[in-house]
Every structure is written in structure tokens, then in C-alpha cells.
């Protein structure tokens, strides 16, 4: 047993010293680079990484991470350096600089659609001219709402339509009181209204909107989404006041998007008053209308602040349906199908 211990602690001092001789050059290496350093020197690069070099080959875990770092690296600094080099360029050059290449992206790589408007088409005039929105661009009617919401509302929701009702002119809070909607309809006709909103919500939360504009139609059904309430917004101005929003509406440039965008309109009145410096935005990208409500300040000449004031939400068109509400036997001019419409990422409808 003796022999055996003496035997195993021989082959201890031998593994001791194989490690002290490996360990010798890395400090000899370490040494030279420091001496170099001293006599001004620079020590040597290190080696770039070969053209067929593949990370994802190595199969120590830690090792692949740490060459995966340092290539990420190389990458930042390469972009860098080209980005500097090209700047240089540009302040050289001056005026003569040529244009910088505008950046492909999902909104400027859209598809091309069919039925997008042109303002100067006499078809889309007449269209205009005859539609159920006429009269009120006619200066014939002035826009009244009615807001409701669904069933059994939780304070969210009915916070809400109060918001809401600050923020459309001469718009009236009711509460539903589980009256269906094909015997509202007929009572906001004979009260003179205009336009009907419905909120309607899901555990608690407001989910979706149908707007009716009366007495013909069409209906619009919305999904609606990241609601924020006034409380919920950092650094919102004060409430609003009661004077009429200017109204500004983006992006809508299709026949369909031209009637949702009619709708919108159609639920301000004509003369905003500017002295109150309130603007409500429908701003439509990628199919989606992100509702703002801001007040601006004239800060300079040149300069120009805004506070939002709230409430903001988003809307997705669902449907679109002629007449009145009517959800058994409506007609419908345009309904949302994912299957077959959200097959390119670059194709939008409004």
C-alpha cells in the first residue's frame, strides 16, 4: 500500500510539472509583450477570423459564446468605421454630396392597390357627391353622437365614453339599459342624431367599437386595443377645453380608406375653433388607426410643442356594413377575412 502512495505521488509531481513547463512560454509571451510595450513597440494584432470560419461548429458551450461576442464586436466596429469613412466623405464632397439612399421599409415597399383615390377622378367626385356623408359636407347637417356602450359596462368602458364625450362635440353619454340596438337606432332617428358609438368590452376591457352613422348607415365594427385612459398618460396636459378640435386625418388613400376616413370626419363640425389649440388625429399606417388627442403651443416662430391630452386607443377595421346595424341580415360592403388577405405583410386595404 505504502508503494502504491509513493507510486501515485511520483505521477502528482510529474502532472505538476508537465503544467509549470506549459504555463512557462504563456509567461515568457506575456513578458516580451510587456518589454515591447516599453520600447514603444505596439504589441501585435490579433488574428481576424478566417473567411470559412463557422462559430457554430465549435461545441464548447462557453468557448462558442465567447468567440460569438467577439465577432459581434468585430461586426460593431467594421460599421463603425464605414460609417465614419462615408460621413468624411459627405463633409468632404459638400453640396455635391449625392442623396442618401432612402431605407426600404414595409410602409414604402407596400403594395400597389387598384382602388387607391386620386382626388382629381369624377368618378370618386360623383361618388362623394351622392354618398350618405353628402349632406354633412354639404354644410346641410351638424354632426350629433350618441355613446353607448354594451351591457352591464365596468368603470373602464364607461370611463371612456365620458372621455370620449369631451373630446367630440355635442356628443351625449346614454347607458344601454340591455336595449338592443335595433330599438336605439329607431330612437336616436327620431331624436335627431347623427351618429351612434358603441364600446363594447371584454373582462373589463374595452375591446372592440361600432360606429353607425344614422339615419342610412353605413356601420363600421372596429377592434379596439391599447386603451389609455388620461390618468395612464405621462405628462398629459391639462383637461381639455370646450372648444372645437381641429380634425386631421392620415394615410386613408384607398376607396376604402376614403370611407372610413369620411366617417371620422363626419363626427366633428365643420369650424374648428383655433383659439383652443386642440387637434384630434386619426392617423391610419399599416391598417391600423392610432386615435391621438393633443394641444399645441407655439413655443417660437419655428418651434412648435404638443401635450397629448388623452384618451388614445387603436383601431383595425373588422367590417363594414351598408344601412344600419343589422347583424343577421345586413349586407357588407367589406369584411376582414385573415386567411386570405393577410397573406403578404406588404398588402393594406385602408
Known amino acids: 500500500m505504502a508503494k502504491a502512495g509513493g507510486k501515485s505521488g511520483d505521477g502528482g509531481k510529474k502532472s505538476l510539472k508537465r503544467k509549470a513547463a506549459a504555463q512557462e512560454p504563456q509567461e515568457a509571451t506575456v513578458v516580451a509583450g510587456d518589454a515591447a510595450t516599453e520600447n514603444g513597440v505596439p504589441p501585435p494584432k490579433a488574428a481576424a477570423f478566417p473567411p470559412g470560419f463557422s462559430i457554430s461548429e465549435i461545441k464548447n458551450k ?74 354633412y359636407f354639404n354644410r346641410q347637417t351638424s354632426p350629433k353622437i350618441l355613446i353607448t356602450t354594451s351591457d352591464r359596462p365596468h368603470g373602464r368602458t364607461v370611463r371612456l365614453c365620458e372621455q ?7 356628443s351625449h353619454v346614454y347607458y344601454r339599459r340591455g ?29 372592440g367599437l361600432i360606429l353607425c352613422h344614422l339615419p342610412n348607415g353605413p356601420t363600421a365594427h372596429f377592434k379596439m386595443s391599447s386603451v389609455r385612459l388620461r390618468k395612464e398618460i405621462k405628462r398629459r396636459g391639462k383637461d381639455p377645453t370646450e372648444h372645437v378640435p381641429e380634425i386631421i ?50 413655443k417660437s416662430e419655428k418651434k412648435v410643442g404638443i401635450q397629448e391630452l388623452g384618451p388614445r386607443f387603436t383601431l383595425k377595421l373588422r367590417s363594414l356594413q351598408k344601412g344600419t346595424f343589422d347583424s343577421k341580415y345586413g349586407e357588407y360592403e367589406w369584411v376582414h377575412k385573415p386567411r386570405e388577405m393577410d397573406t403578404s405583410r406588404r398588402k393594406f386595404h385602408l
Open 179 to 207: 336595449l338592443a340596438l335595433k330599438k336605439i337606432i329607431p330612437q336616436c332617428i327620431s331624436r335627431d342624431f347623427t351618429d351612434l358609438i358603441v364600446i363594447n368590452e371584454d373582462r373589463k376591457i374595452p375591446n
Open 249 to 298: 386625418l392620415n394615410n386613408f388613400t384607398t376607396r376604402l380608406g376614403h370611407s372610413i376616413g369620411r366617417m371620422f370626419a363626419s363626427l366633428f363640425p365643420h369650424n374648428p375653433q383655433f383659439i383652443g389649440r386642440q387637434v384630434a388625429t386619426f392617423h391610419n399606417q399599416r391598417d391600423y388607426i392610432f386615435f391621438r388627442f393633443h394641444r399645441y403651443i407655439f
Open 62 to 135: 462557453q468557448r462558442r459564446h465567447l468567440m460569438f461576442t467577439r465577432w459581434k464586436q468585430q461586426q460593431r466596429k467594421e460599421k463603425l468605421a464605414a460609417k465614419k469613412k462615408l460621413k468624411k466623405e459627405r463633409d468632404a464632397l459638400g453640396d455635391k454630396a449625392p442623396p442618401k439612399p432612402v431605407p426600404k421599409t414595409i410602409d414604402n415597399q407596400r403594395v400597389y392597390d387598384e382602388t387607391t383615390v386620386d382626388p382629381n377622378d369624377e368618378e370618386v367626385a360623383y361618388d362623394e357627391a351622392t354618398d350618405e356623408f353628402s349632406s
Open 164 to 170: 370620449l364625450s369631451t373630446v367630440i362635440p355635442d
